[in-house]
């Protein structure tokens, strides 16, 4: 972990020196370099060469500085001057993802040391761009996800004056990535992560483990939220194991999801996400995906449209579940069912990838599929899904390296 922290460290610091001194970023008045103004004839710095090299070294120079001016204006907004900023970043320009991700690397790194958010609230981050990072990277297999969750979560955190709080419903089999995207979420929205004062997380089976102790749970939860909304202006409650939760647990969410109507001018609104995780229904997810592809679809053009009013339906028909007899569902306060889809071999191979690079180990594509293979695959004639998605993934790399 130590060693890791130093290598991001060590990032960090050189991509602020060649901020400051890749041609482009801030220089002393007066200082001139070698190769302008001496162009005459048989010059070297006349060489068609050294010509190519002074406009690449020109465009590099230009792109460090708006790297500098942007990230300046970050961190010391009171004295970013805002014709710089603009010059920095003209109209239609924006930088390349991996650019943004490190910039926000930067700033993240530089605020640990000293808070720059003045006016707001240091414990949120709502890092956009380090949410687009991960999903589009460490990710796989998951487009529908990768598309809806950043679109609506940032819609929603975007609003000016939130009507209702968001709740999302991740559904699917276990180890295609429901925690893994809300850790995702968590990460990039707090500062702190799951240590945060503005997140809250349930497990369904530990935190509520007994029915008979419902109405104490009511309460109990009902005082969370309410001190976790005091605390924070934007708040993150995730409830894992969503399909045993008990139906009288879930009216205690009722009142944040319905929509309130306007109270005339209030000093403070609230953001407040709900986030269900549940291996509910998961079955029918894998039935139609099963489906789509026998009749000729490719994975990536399947669409919402496909799934979730299949998956809406079946939650509600469920008989096993309070989850899908809870008013949540039945009057529609959820607002985005979300499929998980079932994890074929590619997307195994991928995970035991980012488990050897996260451990800092070395692999080769013929220990991928060693990993891969062990693995269990379904329907037993197809043998096209993971039964455990990427889970254990982790355990069998430790087998391969006793």
């Known amino acids: ?144 996800v990768r598309q809806l969750v950043l679109r609506t979560v940032r819609g929603y955190l975007e609003t000016p004056q939130p009507d209702k709080a968001l709740a999302l419903s991740f559904h699917g089999w276990s180890g295609t990535g429901k925690n893994f995207v809300a850790r995702m979420l968590v990460e990039n929205l707090y500062r702190d992560g799951l240590m945060s004062d503005c997140v809250r997380m349930f497990i369904a089976t530990f935190h509520f483990p007994h029915r008979k102790y419902v109405d104490l749970y009511k309460e109990q939860l009902m005082g969370q939220i309410r001190e976790t909304q005091q605390l924070c202006h934007q708040t993150l409650f995730i409830f894992d194991e969503a399909e045993k939760l008990h139906p009288g647990l879930l009216e205690v969410l009722e009142p944040h999801l319905e929509r309130r109507a306007p109270e005339g001018h209030r000093a403070e609104f609230t953001w407040t996400i709900f986030l269900f995780l549940s291996n509910l229904r998961g079955d029918i997810i894998n039935e139609v995906i099963l489906k789509l592809l026998k009749a000729g679809w490719s994975r990536e053009e399947i669409t919402m449209e496909h799934l979730e009013p299949h998956l809406q339906a079946e939650i509600v028909e469920t008989t096993d579940s309070g989850f899908g007899h809870s008013r949540l569902v039945k009057e529609n306060l959820i607002d985005y069912f979300i499929p998980f889809l079932p994890l074929e071999y590619r997307h195994v191979r991928l995970c035991a990838r980012d488990a050897f690079l996260s451990q800092e180990l070395l692999y080769t594509e013929e220990t991928l599929d060693e990993i891969a293979q062990m693995m269990v695959y379904v329907p037993k004639e197809e043998q096209l899904f993971s039964s455990q998605g990427c889970k254990s993934i982790s355990q069998r790399i430790n087998y391969f390296l006793s």
């Open 1 to 144: 972990m130590l060693r890791g922290s130093w290598r991001q460290l060590w990032l960090f610091l050189l991509l602020l020196m060649l901020l400051l001194l890749l041609p482009g970023a801030p220089e002393p008045r007066g200082t001139s370099r070698p190769w302008e103004g001496t162009d005459e004839p048989g010059s070297a710095w006349a060489w068609p060469g050294f010509q190519r090299l002074q406009e690449q070294l020109r465009a590099a120079g230009a792109l460090s500085k708006r790297y500098w001016t942007l990230f300046s204006c970050q961190v010391w907004p009171d004295d970013c001057d805002e014709d710089e900023e603009a010059a920095a970043r003209p109209l239609g320009w924006r930088l390349p993802l991996l650019g943004q991700r490190y910039l926000d690397l930067l700033t993240t790194w530089y605020c640990s040391f000293q808070d720059c958010c003045p006016g707001g609230d240091c414990r949120i981050s709502n890092n956009f761009t380090g949410l687009e990072w991960d999903l589009n990277v460490r990710l796989h297999g998951q487009h529908l």
